[in-house]
């Protein structure tokens, strides 16, 4: 990756949107070769899909959580798959402290955050314990400034 390529993917994290031509304009390629290096991009699997930013508040998702897992020893794989599936689910990190995993969930609101973690986590036969921490509010930063948008 050089400059342009940074350039690029700098461009699309702020706007996936943007069309080809404004993104060979700003990054001073030719449309073709912008086209290239956002195809190559693509299948080196450094850009992974394009995506909306979504107000889950206004799209019916008013209640956010992150809960943290603590799992079985090297039962990851099979953990992950299953809250792969969870309706809702936005984030799932493998990390290391007092927890195993962090996860990021969006729902209606508390009775179904409460259902979710209850009926669903909390059965997965591998998952030893949870804790739910309530998002009360919440910020997206701008990947191009790291200020809020």
Excluded: C
Aim: charge should be negative; glycine fraction near 6%.
């Amino acid at each position: 990756m050089d400059s342009v390529d940074r350039d690029i993917l700098r461009m699309l994290q702020a706007d996936g949107r943007a069309s080809i031509r404004s993104v060979a304009e700003r990054v001073h390629v030719s449309r073709a070769n912008a086209y290239a290096r956002i195809n190559r991009l693509i299948d080196d699997g450094v850009i992974r899909g394009f995506s909306a930013r979504v107000d889950h508040e206004r799209a019916g998702q008013g209640a956010s959580a992150y809960i943290t897992l603590k799992i079985v020893q090297n039962s990851w794989r099979t953990v992950r798959e299953e809250l792969q599936a969870l309706p809702g689910a936005a984030h799932i990190a493998l990390v290391s402290g007092d927890f195993d995993v962090l996860l990021l969930v969006h729902t209606p609101d508390n009775r179904t955050l409460r259902e979710l973690v209850l009926t669903r986590i909390q059965n997965i036969p591998e998952v030893l314990s949870t804790r739910t921490l309530l998002v009360f509010e919440e910020t997206d930063l701008d990947p191009q400034s790291g200020q809020s948008s």
